[in-house]
């Protein structure tokens, strides 16, 4: 949710190994530098996402690709999987969900407001969009997730029986925005994928624990 490569994947960016990975970071449309047009979050912008990496990558000519995906783009990849299968060669994903309870309503809830965001998290986000198309964004967001609560598929329930690629799923279990139920959901509903618990781990794993989450994935993706 309003991440981009530059803000969200440095170390992935800068420290995966470049003589076994290509390492493509793309910024959806709305988000980062893929603007205009300003975000908006219709009840099918997660599938018009995973539409648009695959679309992307076949554009710069990747024949096959594997995915790397954090929280709502845990999710993106998830659906890419899923309606892709012969496309996607394998996938890690962290801190996603398939669907959303009353519990999650609240959590996001809570980070309604940008301004009561902690500086350090907030910043690097205000100094790429400016404060009001940060803050009116992800007042909007909270909005489009909430849309999937009432529907019987959830996110992408539905979907994850139809993933074919090995999957490797990443969970912080000290992760404030994503309770732990979500990644056991996904991991019984993905046939043969892995869960691999960081017992310190938050929201943002792979930042916080970079070494140990880069080498994790590049094991995995080899």
Not at 74 to 94: D, F, N
Not at 165 to 192: N, Q, S, W, Y
Request: include cysteine; charge should be neutral; hydrophobic fraction near 40%.
């Amino acid at each position: 949710m309003l991440g981009s490569g530059e803000t969200d994947f440095g170390p992935q960016i800068k420290n995966l190994n470049k003589k076994l990975f290509t390492v493509v970071a793309w910024d959806p449309r709305g988000y980062g530098h893929s603007r205009p047009p300003d975000r908006d979050f219709p009840v099918d912008f997660f599938e018009r996402d995973a539409q648009d990496a695959v679309d992307l990558m076949k554009m710069l000519k990747f024949k096959k690709v594997s995915l790397l995906g954090w929280s709502d783009g845990g999710i993106t990849a998830l659906i890419a999987a899923a309606k892709h299968p012969s496309y996607i060669h394998k996938m890690v994903i962290w801190g996603a969900n398939a669907y959303v309870t009353e519990e999650d309503e609240m959590i996001y809830q809570g980070i309604r407001d940008v301004s009561k965001w902690s500086e350090k998290i907030r910043k690097p986000l205000e100094t790429l969009y400016g404060y009001d198309y940060f803050a009116k964004t992800c007042e909007k967001w909270v909005d489009g997730i909430k849309q999937f609560k009432h529907l019987p598929d959830g996110i992408c329930r539905h979907l994850l029986p139809l993933v074919q690629c090995p999957t490797l799923i990443v969970h912080g279990e000290k992760d404030p925005m994503i309770p732990r139920f979500h990644a056991d959901f996904i991991h019984e509903h993905v046939r043969g994928s892995r869960l691999h618990l960081m017992p310190e781990g938050k929201h943002n794993l792979h930042l916080r624990f970079a070494k140990e989450f880069n080498e994790l994935a590049e094991d995995f993706l080899q």
